[in-house]
C-alpha cells in the first residue's frame, strides 16, 4: 500500500477514535460516537492487514463476517446484567493479545534493543490484564465467590513475585534471554490471579474500570512494539479514559486505587448474625401504591436489584402511572450502582427513560429533604446511612444518596440481606422506611396495578 494512502487512512482511524469518544460523553450523540469509534477501528484493522500482507483479501472479509457474526450473537444473547462480565472479557482478550504481539515480536527479533523496553511493558501489563480480567469475570459470573479470597501469607507471596518481576522486567532490557522472557510472562500471568481473587464485590466497578485502562496501556506498548502509530494512539486514548473512569469511580467509593488492589474488602464474609435480626416496618403493595399516588414527589433509587430482576420496563410504567396523577418523578443515580460505571444509565435508557429525569448525586441529594417518598429499587450500600454516621464502618465517608431525608421511604428488597460491602444497612429500621420484600420486577408490577386502582 502507498505510503501517503496508509499514513491517511491511519489519521482518519485516529480522528473517529477521539471524536468517536467526545461524543460518548454525552446521551444524545453516544450511540453515534459508538459507531463513529468502532468505523474508526475497522478502518485501522483492513489498512493493517492489507499492508501487513500477513492476510489476502479474501481472509479479512472472512474474519470480519466471522467476527461480525459472534459479535452481533454476543451483543443479542448477553443481558444488561452480565455487561460487567462481557466488559472484563474484552479487557482479558485485549490484555492478551497484546501480550501475545510482544511475544511473537520477542521471538522474531530478540536482539532488538530499541524495543525491549516496550515488549517488556506490553508483555507485563497485558499477561496481568489478561489472567486479572478472567479471575474478575469469573467472580461476576458466579463461578467463584465474590468475596474476598485469599491464603495466609499471600502478600509476601506477591510482594516476592512484584520483586522478582521488577529483576526480570530489567534483565529482559539489558541482557535478553528466552527464560527470563518467559519467567516474566509466567509470574505476571500469576500476579494477575492472585491480586484479583482477593477484592471483593464492592470494589468490582473499580477493578472492572482499571483493567480497562490496563488493557489500553497494554496496546498502546503493542504499538510501540510493531511501530503502529494508530494503535499507540488508540491504546492510549483507552489507557486514559480508563484512568479517569477509575479516578471517578474509588473517589465516588471514598476509596483509593491502593486500597482497591489490596483487596480483602466486600462481600459477604464476617460476623452477619445482627443482619436480618432488628425489627421492620413491612408494607404491602398496596401501602406502598397509595404513599406513592398521592405523593407531590417521588425520587427512585435504583440499584443491581433492579437489573438483575431485568424490571427496568415495569419500573418505566409505574413512573408513567405516576406521572398521569402529576406526580413529579425523578431518578438519583449513584455513581457505583450497578457493577459497572454508567451501567444503570445504560439500563434505564433501555426502557426509554428520558434523560433529563437522571440525576448525578451532587445534583439531586440536597433534594430528598423537600421529596415526599424516596423509592430504593435493589440498592443497598449507596443508600446506607452508616457512611455518614459511623465511623467504624468499613464504608464511613463513602459519598451515598441521602434517601432518609425523604418524608418517606420505600425499600424493594427480596429480604434483609447485605450488599456488595457485606454490611448491615440502619436505614431499613428507621421510623420513616417501609419495606417491601419481593423480586424487584414483582414488586413493581404489582405497584402499577395498585397505583392504577387507587
Not at 517488556?120 to 489472567?131: E, H, N, W
Not at 431485568?310 to 449513584?334: G, P, S, T, W, Y
Amino acid at each position: 500500500m502507498n505510503q501517503t494512502l496508509e499514513s491517511f487512512l491511519y489519521l482518519v482511524a485516529a480522528v473517529a477514535f477521539i471524536v468517536g469518544l467526545k461524543r460518548l460523553t454525552s446521551p444524545a450523540t453516544a450511540r453515534n460516537g459508538n459507531r463513529l469509534a468502532a468505523l474508526g477501528m475497522l478502518l485501522a484493522v483492513i489498512t493493517t492487514l492489507l499492508d501487513s500482507g500477513v492476510v489476502s483479501l479474501t481472509g479479512i472479509i472472512a474474519g470480519i463476517i466471522v467476527g461480525s457474526a459472534i459479535g452481533v450473537v454476543a451483543a443479542k444473547q448477553i443481558a444488561m446484567t452480565d455487561m460487567p462480565q462481557l466488559v472484563a472479557a474484552f479487557n482479558g482478550f485485549g490484555g492478551g493479545a497484546s501480550a501475545f504481539v510482544a511475544a511473537t515480536e520477542f521471538i522474531r527479533h530478540p536482539d532488538a534493543i530499541d524495543t525491549r523496553i516496550s515488549i517488556a511493558l506490553s508483555v507485563l501489563i497485558g499477561s496481568i490484564t489478561m489472567t486479572g480480567s478472567f479471575v474478575a469475570f469469573a467472580k461476576l459470573q458466579g463461578l467463584v465467590s465474590g468475596n474476598p479470597i485469599s491464603f495466609k501469607g499471600q502478600k509476601w507471596f506477591d510482594s516476592l513475585i512484584a520483586l522478582a518481576i521488577l529483576v526480570l522486567g530489567v534483565l529482559l532490557v539489558t541482557s535478553p534471554t528466552s527464560l527470563v522472557f518467559w519467567v516474566l510472562t509466567l509470574l505476571s500471568l500469576v500476579i494477575g490471579v492472585t491480586r484479583i481473587l482477593p477484592i471483593g464485590g464492592a470494589d468490582m466497578p473499580v477493578v472492572i474500570a482499571f483493567l480497562n485502562a490496563a488493557s489500553g496501556l497494554a496496546a498502546a506498548a503493542a504499538g510501540f512494539v510493531i511501530g503502529s502509530n494508530v494503535l499507540i494512539i488508540s491504546g492510549a486514548l483507552v489507557g486514559a479514559s480508563g484512568l479517569i473512569l477509575t479516578s471517578i469511580m474509588v473517589k465516588a467509593m471514598n476509596r483509593t486505587l491502593i486500597g482497591v488492589l489490596a483487596g480483602g474488602f466486600g462481600g459477604t464474609s464476617g460476623p452477619q448474625a445482627e443482619i436480618g435480626q432488628k425489627p421492620v416496618k413491612r408494607a404491602t403493595s398496596d401501602d406502598v401504591a397509595i404513599t406513592l399516588a398521592y405523593a407531590r414527589s417521588v425520587i427512585v433509587v435504583p440499584g443491581y436489584g433492579l437489573a438483575v430482576a431485568q424490571a427496568q420496563h415495569v419500573m418505566k410504567d409505574l413512573v408513567n402511572a405516576l406521572q398521569e396523577r402529576n406526580v413529579e418523578v425523578r431518578f438519583a443515580i449513584h455513581p457505583v450502582a450497578g457493577r459497572m460505571p454508567g451501567h444503570m444509565n445504560v439500563l434505564l435508557a433501555e426502557a426509554d427513560v428520558p434523560y433529563d429525569q437522571l440525576y448525578d448525586l451532587e445534583t439531586i441529594n440536597r433534594d430528598f429533604g423537600r421529596t415526599d417518598v424516596a423509592l430504593v429499587v435493589g440498592a443497598n450500600d449507596v443508600v446506607n446511612p452508616a457512611a455518614r454516621t459511623d465511623a467504624n464502618s468499613p464504608i464511613y465517608g463513602m459519598p451515598i444518596l441521602d434517601v432518609d431525608a425523604a418524608t418517606t421511604c420505600v425499600v424493594i428488597k427480596r429480604s434483609l440481606s447485605p450488599g456488595f460491602a457485606g454490611i448491615d444497612n440502619p436505614l431499613f429500621y428507621l421510623d420513616g422506611t417501609l419495606m417491601l420484600f419481593d423480586d424487584a420486577r414483582k414488586a413493581l408490577s404489582d405497584l402499577v396495578t395498585a397505583v392504577n386502582n387507587v
